[in-house]
């Protein structure tokens, strides 16, 4: 059980746009910022956005990120087959003093 | 280009202790703008921090797995290392070293590309 909740997976068409949500609580989301990570199947995770809604130099504007209050969101348009991946929300849990990570969305193009 | 690489054994035995090491290339470890990290992921799962630790051996751990974990650093080497005590099968899964900015909540980039280590007799 992950301390940020993600859905298991979403799915859209080429070139639709498609929202992964990450929930979480004031001690984490509520406090702190954001990040998310795309997994491509059998490879490491690569940094998306940080600080609820920056993109990392080389990551495409497709990409984007917020957060509201306890829960963040993840933002994904044009839709390509190569994004296809698995998606992570990370954060800092002040009550657990720990990194948390959501339990990660299958992403299906 | 920052990258970062992981070593050590890929099969250890239930009860011993997991030693990987990570070695940094095309930066400095000393750099005091960086705290260096361990994450894991058992096989099909999800994502677990397990610690971080700063040039100057300044370390923060899980808590979950804190009374198990030593993650230290070689600079001379440029590298830092992870030991895990106790091992059981639950601890089996693809180890990552990652580099993080200085806050909490700051994100790890880049990332190794992982090691797999399993825990079987």
């Known amino acids: 059980q992950s301390v940020l909740t993600q859905p298991p997976s979403v799915s859209a068409a080429p070139g639709q746009k498609v929202t992964i949500s990450c929930s979480g609580s004031r001690s984490n989301i509520g406090n702190n910022y954001v990040s998310w990570y795309q997994q491509l199947p059998g490879t490491a995770p690569k940094l998306l956005i940080y600080d609820n809604s920056k993109r990392p130099s080389g990551i495409p504007d497709r990409f984007s990120g917020s957060k509201s209050v306890t829960s963040a969101t993840l933002g994904i348009t044009g839709l390509q087959t190569g994004d296809e991946a698995d998606y992570y929300c990370g954060t800092w849990d002040g009550s657990l003093s720990a990194v948390v990570f959501g339990g990660g969305t299958k992403l299906t193009v | 280009q920052l990258q970062l690489q992981e070593s050590g054994p890929g099969l250890v035995k239930p009860s011993e202790t997991l030693s990987l090491t990570c070695t940094v290339s095309?930066?400095?470890?000393?750099?005091?703008?960086?705290?260096w990290g361990w994450i894991r992921q058992p096989p099909g799962k999800g994502l677990e921090w397990i610690g971080s630790?700063?040039?100057?051996?300044?370390?923060y751990y899980n808590p979950s797995l804190k009374s198990r974990v030593t993650i230290s650093v070689d600079t001379s080497n440029n590298q830092f290392s992870l030991k895990l005590s106790s091992v059981t099968a639950a601890d089996t899964a693809v180890y990552y070293c990652?580099?993080?900015?200085?806050?909490?909540?700051?994100?790890?980039?880049?990332w190794g590309q992982g090691t797999l280590v399993t825990v079987s007799s």
């Open positions: 095309g930066g400095s470890i000393s750099s005091s703008n960086y705290y």
């Open positions: 630790i700063l040039y100057s051996g300044s370390t």
């Open positions: 990652a580099r993080k900015l200085l806050r909490y909540f700051d994100p790890f980039d880049p």
